[in-house]
């Protein structure tokens, strides 16, 4: 017999077997498929249009812009809330606030001792010093943390995705002082958008949305015995700090610019003019077991 209803069809996708496979894998699965039969009968999605979208989807994994989409359809804000959410419901104390990795870090960024300069000479737009320390819940400095930070140039692109920057141009990782103290260098990054004339901006032309993203910078902190921190600080005034594309930023992020500040003391991270400085600590919860301190981003986490 070859002749199904589409319940019988969806019964037959979700039940054959000839092997046990992976259980969740199979319940995943099996979930996505029925609610997509549902969603093409309920749709009425014509053939057009589902070819038109598998192409998009083809498309879309041959330009590397899946992060992209993840962000800007609200996925990568649901993981945090959802952990967020079991913090709260295991009575886990809370740290510095969380906030999406993105899909545009990359391992392996220059280490620097307590200090660190991000960006390089000649220097552009206003020139940035942040600064603060690693604590855990109970306020005690983490000396030896590792602060992972990166941030657009310019022009809003990424270092690695961007064939015009040098290697690691705007990373650096600061393992943080006795103190736990951290800080670097850099200038004011500027917010972005996503690119033009791609599988992503198509969407997001259909859809009727922006692709903006507000002035922000990344960051991965990790410590022994730490839960991994990954988070973003945001940069006050941008037009799209409470219209972020990506669902992004967070009260507690958006952090404070002192304009003015006098270059003594900074005079070792060639700071010898007024410059903006930045004051933020970040708060690690403790780790329950080590997975959790393992500082690796997220696509690293998944495949190790
Ligand atoms: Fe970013």
Same mark, same amino acid.
């Given at each position: 017999? =070859?002749? $199904? &209803?589409?319940?019988? @069809?969806?019964? %037959?996708? +979700?039940?054959?077997?000839? +092997?046990?496979?992976?259980?969740?894998?199979?319940?995943? &699965? *099996?979930?996505?498929?029925?609610?997509?039969?549902? #969603?093409?009968?309920?749709?009425?999605?014509?053939?057009?249009?589902?070819? =038109?979208?598998?192409?998009?989807?083809?498309?879309?994994?041959?330009?590397?812009?899946?992060?992209?989409?993840?962000?800007?359809?609200?996925? /990568?804000?649901?993981?945090?809330?959802?952990?967020?959410?079991?913090?709260?419901?295991?009575?886990? !104390?809370?740290?510095?606030?969380?906030?999406?990795e993105g899909?545009l870090y990359i391992a392996g960024a220059?280490?620097?001792?307590?200090? !660190?300069?991000l960006?390089?000479?000649?220097?552009?737009? &206003?020139?940035?010093?942040?600064?603060?320390?690693?604590?855990?819940?109970?306020?005690?400095?983490?000396?030896?943390?590792?602060v992972d930070v990166w941030h657009a140039n310019?022009?809003?692109?990424y270092s690695h995705f961007?064939?015009?920057q040098?290697?690691y141009h705007l990373r650096r990782k600061?393992?943080? /002082?006795?103190?736990?103290? $951290?800080?670097f260098?850099s200038?004011?990054p500027?917010? $972005? #958008?996503?690119?033009? +004339?791609?599988?992503?901006?198509? %969407?997001?032309?259909? @859809?009727?949305?922006?692709? +903006?993203?507000?002035?922000h910078i990344h960051f991965l902190?990790?410590?022994?015995?730490?839960?991994?921190?990954t988070?973003q600080?945001?940069?006050?005034?941008?037009?799209? @700090?409470?219209?972020?594309?990506?669902?992004?930023?967070?009260?507690?992020?958006?952090?404070?610019?002192?304009?003015?500040?006098?270059?003594?003391? $900074?005079?070792? @991270?060639?700071?010898? #003019?007024?410059?903006?400085?930045?004051?933020?600590?970040?708060?690690?919860?403790? #780790?329950?077991?080590?997975?959790?301190?393992?500082? *690796?981003a997220?696509?690293?986490?998944?495949? =190790?």
């Open positions: 017999m =070859a002749e $199904y &209803t589409q319940q019988q @069809l969806l019964d %037959l996708v +979700n039940s054959s077997q000839v +092997n046990p496979g992976d259980e969740r894998v199979r319940q995943i &699965t *099996q979930r996505i498929v029925s609610d997509l039969f549902r #969603a093409i009968d309920d749709l009425d999605i014509k053939p057009d249009e589902f070819w =038109a979208g598998v192409d998009w989807l083809a498309r879309l994994g041959a330009s590397g812009q899946l992060g992209l989409i993840t962000a800007g359809l609200g996925f /990568d804000r649901l993981i945090d809330i959802r952990e967020e959410e079991a913090d709260v419901a295991a009575g886990r !104390a809370a740290g510095t606030p969380r906030a999406i899909p220059p280490l620097s001792d307590g200090q !660190a300069r960006d390089e000479d000649p220097a552009q737009g &206003t020139v940035l010093v942040m600064e603060g320390q690693v604590r855990d819940v109970d306020g005690k400095p983490v000396a030896g943390a590792l310019e022009l809003g692109r961007d064939p015009d040098e290697d600061i393992r943080t /002082d006795a103190q736990g103290r $951290y800080r260098r200038f004011i500027p917010g $972005y #958008a996503i690119p033009p +004339n791609s599988p992503t901006s198509e %969407l997001f032309e259909a @859809l009727g949305r922006h692709g +903006n993203r507000p002035a902190v990790a410590a022994e015995g730490l839960r991994t921190l988070t600080v945001n940069i006050p005034g941008d037009t799209f @700090l409470d219209d972020d594309f990506a669902f992004a930023t967070r009260d507690g992020l958006v952090v404070e610019l002192q304009p003015d500040t006098p270059p003594a003391g $900074y005079e070792s @991270l060639g700071v010898d #003019a007024p410059f903006t400085r930045v004051c933020f600590d970040f708060v690690l919860q403790p #780790a329950l077991d080590a997975d959790e301190a393992r500082p *690796q997220r696509m690293d986490r998944a495949t =190790a």
